[in-house]
Structure formats: structure tokens, C-alpha cells
């Protein structure tokens, strides 16, 4: 997938608790042609994973941001400008103090035995974000919930454009 000049739509992606950066929903995305960055977070250190997280987005300057479960929460944390995916957003476990941009996307699964879905309904209403109900589980991998990520990094990346 490439932008309007042939570049690729590159993508941070920040991955949860239980995951890493080769994971499913990356592989995906560089499947589907984009370039993706997914540093690795470390799980026993909050700090060092936001620190991560603002360093890559300053080092590559990403057209969109995505995080998964934890991920997100640090994606949150960063209090980053650029347009946002949040998946599955452990926000409330992680960095209860942090709102993400009107414009963000969120994604989640009614099913989630890990995160409460009212978690993702309430930081919508605060925020202004748009929600979308997708996916099985927590984990996300299944076909409509990467099918609905890459769509909302599609949307994600049109409106920085100005496309939309």
C-alpha cells in the first residue's frame, strides 16, 4: 500500500504485554505493504517503553501509529500528535491519565476477557474517538479484526493527507 508519490504508508507499530514486534497483526500489515516499525517494549519497564516508543516515532516519523493492548496505552502515553489506531487499549490499566487525540480509532472486541470493552466505550466518549466493535477475543488476529485495522490505517493515513 503506497501513498499518492509511491512511498509506502509506514506505520509505527507498538505491540502489547503478551506480544512482539513479529508478530501477527505486523506481519499482516507488511504483508498488505506497508512499511512497518515495531520496536520492541519492554514488558517489565513502563518507562523504557514509552521512552521506546517516543524515540521511534521521532526517529521515523510514522504517517500513522498503532497499539495493541498495552501498546496502545503507550501509544496514549507518547502524547503524540500523529493519527492513531488503538486496539484492544489497556489504557486504564496502564496510564489511566491519558486521553489520545479526537481523531483516533479504536478497535475492539465485544468478546474481551482481558479488557473490558466498556474500557474502549468510555475512552471513546471522553476522547471523541470512533469506536468499531470487531474481532473474536483480545488478541485480534482474526480475519475481520485485520481486515478493520488496515482499513482504519487507510483512513488514518487519507486524513493526514487531507484526502478526507
Known amino acids: ?39 520492541w517494549l519492554d514488558r517489565d519497564s513502563w518507562d523504557h517503553s514509552v521512552t521506546a516508543a517516543r524515540h521511534t516515532i521521532s526517529v521515523y516519523n510514522p504517517d500513522v501509529i498503532i497499539g ?13 500528535r500523529l493519527p492513531t489506531v488503538l486496539i484492544a487499549p489497556a489504557w486504564r490499566t496502564w496510564c489511566p491519565w491519558a486521553t489520545p487525540r479526537g481523531d483516533t480509532i479504536i478497535l475492539h472486541s465485544w468478546s474481551d476477557t482481558v479488557v473490558p470493552y466498556a474500557d474502549s466505550e468510555m475512552l471513546s466518549r471522553e476522547s471523541g474517538g470512533m469506536l468499531i466493535e470487531c474481532g473474536i477475543n483480545h488478541r485480534m488476529n482474526d480475519e475481520e479484526a485485520l481486515r478493520l485495522m488496515l482499513n482504519a490505517v487507510k483512513m488514518q493515513h487519507a486524513k493526514r493527507q487531507g484526502d478526507v
Do not use: C, W
Not at 18 to 37: C, Y
Not at 68 to 80: C, D, H, I, L
Open 68 to 80: 495493541s493492548s498495552r501498546g496502545a496505552a503507550v501509544a496514549m502515553a507518547t502524547n503524540t
Open 1 to 39: 500500500m503506497t501513498t499518492q508519490n509511491a512511498e509506502p504508508i509506514r506505520v509505527v507499530f507498538l505491540h502489547g504485554y503478551e506480544s512482539s514486534p513479529k508478530g501477527q497483526k505486523v506481519r499482516h500489515l507488511k504483508n498488505a505493504g506497508l512499511d512497518v516499525i515495531a520496536p
